[in-house]
């Protein structure tokens, strides 16, 4: 019975908490940004105010130390919570305006403060983040039955120069197991024959092992190293 209880309880935040959910979804908080948008640190959480429709209306907006964003819009003339423009057959202008006011301020702080989530660990995602600022450029996810798989290409060449896959680590090594995400750049043939004796190198996943090589990404190696490899993967493409 407290089980039942507590996932119709999880299902009902789930539901209050859609606008929230699907603004964020894919993004992953950046603390260090959240002070300087105008955050303020309280209770082992952040949050943030803003007055709305000349000072009628509170957003009040919390992300806890997980990374979770939920919003409150509080009615400052009858001093109670507003929840009709969560209602989905709610369509009145005045609801539909509410939350149209919500949802850009929401987005403004998911646009400065978060940074896109493409993939599964950390250290993928930092360097997916490094080459879209230093390229301009965004992973596509070309295979329905890979979802995870994510190319970066050279807008110039349209050559592929990066390539994140998540996979059973034991396809690099039969001595090991657990799923892993990896890299694969694009590298001169003598240097991938000298890389490939030292330690979270393969001989390339799923591609052309003279040209490529396969970097394991378990923070082993740190993330301005690979992108060395990777910008000279880039320049390898343009030719």
Known sequence: FIRRKKRNKNKKNNKNNMIENEIIKGKKVNFDHLLSYGFKEKNNRYEYEKSILDQHFLVSVTITKNGQLTGKIWD?????EYTAFRIKDQNGEFAGHIREEYQQILQDIVNRCFNSNYFLYDQTNRLANKI???YGNKPEFLWKKNPGFGIFRNVVSKKWYAAFMNIDQNKLDPKKNGEVE???VKLNSNKIKELGKKKVFYPAYHMNKKNWITILLNDTMNDELIMEYI?????????
């Open 182 to 184: 990896i890299l694969n």
């Open 132 to 134: 879209i600022k230093q």
């Open 76 to 80: 400052n003339h009858v001093n109670d």
């Open 231 to 239: 910008n000279e993967s880039y320049l390898l493409s343009e030719k």
